[in-house]
């Protein structure tokens, strides 16, 4: 079935350096990925997505790659910085399906 | 700030009542998606509506039960509550009724203490 898991449960990482976050689904179907950061006590905030048809996509100061080739999504955060303290949850869906979200990684920044 | 509000921002009970949690979508947006989000957990789809019609189901106890109304507010009410209930309990929306291929944008949550 369904399932999006997150290799790592946390993350460390020097304030400006570079942060990646990694993901593995499971279901080769799914056609939508999507990257959420949930800061303590608040909902989750929608941060990148991206579309089966893609390899890559920017944002401001992140990237999200997609290999589908063996099912794994990554999120890199350029220039980390302590405002990007949070837990990060992957995402995936397959047409007409909701999305199912991974346990999620919590980065925390080193100043 | 996502646009979705969720009302109450906590709520503290005791086993065996009932609650209703309640949402209003982003302007504009039909679909509603309910989830719960335990300690450190990920979050768990619940259920989803779309423009007052239930659209998809996902892991909710039969003790739950949600709505949406004409204004495409969404309630959802949690009986019998237990122990284990206690927990986060999110509200999305989106435009569109499939739930996929677009942002689900969150409310800041409900927190739910059974006790």
């Known amino acids: 079935g369904e399932s999006v898991g997150l290799h790592l449960p946390t993350l460390s990482v020097q304030e400006g350096d570079n942060s990646i976050i990694n993901c593995a689904y499971s279901n080769s179907a799914s056609d939508y990925f999507i990257w959420y950061k949930q800061e303590s006590g608040k909902g989750p905030q929608f941060i990148i997505d991206?579309?089966?048809?893609?390899d890559k996509r920017q944002g401001q100061r992140v990237t999200v790659l997609l290999n589908k080739t063996v099912k794994h999504l990554s999120l890199q955060i350029a220039a980390t910085q302590p405002g990007d303290s949070a837990v990060y949850f992957c995402?995936?869906?397959?047409?007409?399906?909701?999305?199912?979200f991974g346990k999620g990684t919590r980065l925390s920044v080193i100043a | 700030d996502s646009g979705v509000t969720q009302t109450p921002k906590h709520l503290i009970t005791a086993t065996g009542q009932r609650v209703t949690l309640r949402c209003s979508p982003r302007s504009g947006d039909l679909s509603v998606y309910w989830y719960q989000q335990s300690l450190d957990q990920g979050l768990q789809f619940l259920i989803q509506?779309?423009?007052?019609?239930?659209?998809a189901k996902g892991n909710i106890l039969e003790r739950f039960s949600a709505q949406q109304f004409p204004d495409l507010h969404s309630e959802l009410n949690l009986s019998s509550l237990e122990l284990g209930d206690s927990a986060l309990y999110f509200c999305a929306s989106s435009v569109n009724p499939t739930g996929t291929g677009e942002t689900q944008y969150f409310g800041a949550g409900t927190r739910l203490s059974v006790l």
């Open positions: 995402a995936e869906s397959l047409l007409n399906t909701p999305l199912v």
């Open positions: 509506y779309y423009n007052g019609e239930e659209r």
């Open positions: 991206i579309r089966s048809n893609m």
